[in-house]
């Protein structure tokens, strides 16, 4: 699976960005797909996930109620929609794929990240 993610740009604190993510393959209903961010000088934190048919996410406690997971595996994307933006969501963001949806376990498919900046 190849992941290639996009929308990342720049926001001004309390707007919006959307983020898609578009994977390759005819298999992207199996796959639980992620969203993880990293800041400068920080390590990769998870962000959300969303299961193989979009009817279960969950998130960082950080983003809960503000950020919105969803998928459309008609179009083999999936989306993370960023509300009322805080500086500290400033990061590049990542997309990832694995089989098993929960909390635990590592990631099998990563794409490279875009990166999202709130300005104060």
């Known amino acids: 699976v190849q992941l290639q993610a996009s929308g990342g740009g720049l926001a001004q604190a309390g707007g919006s960005l959307r983020l898609s993510c578009t994977a390759s393959g005819r298999t992207f209903n199996s796959y639980v797909m992620g969203w993880f961010r990293q800041a400068p000088g920080e390590e990769r934190e998870f962000v959300a996930a969303?299961?193989?048919?979009?009817?279960?996410?969950y998130y960082v406690d950080s983003v809960k109620g503000r950020f919105t997971s969803s998928r459309d595996n008609a179009k083999n994307s999936v989306y993370l929609q960023m509300n009322n933006l805080k500086p500290e969501d400033t990061a590049v963001y990542y997309c990832?794929?694995?089989?098993?949806?929960?909390?635990?376990?590592?990631?099998?498919?990563w794409g490279h990240g875009t990166l999202v900046t709130v300005s104060s």
């Open positions: 969303i299961n193989w048919s979009g009817n279960s996410t």
């Open positions: 990832a794929a694995r089989r098993a949806y929960g909390p635990r376990g590592e990631y099998d498919y």
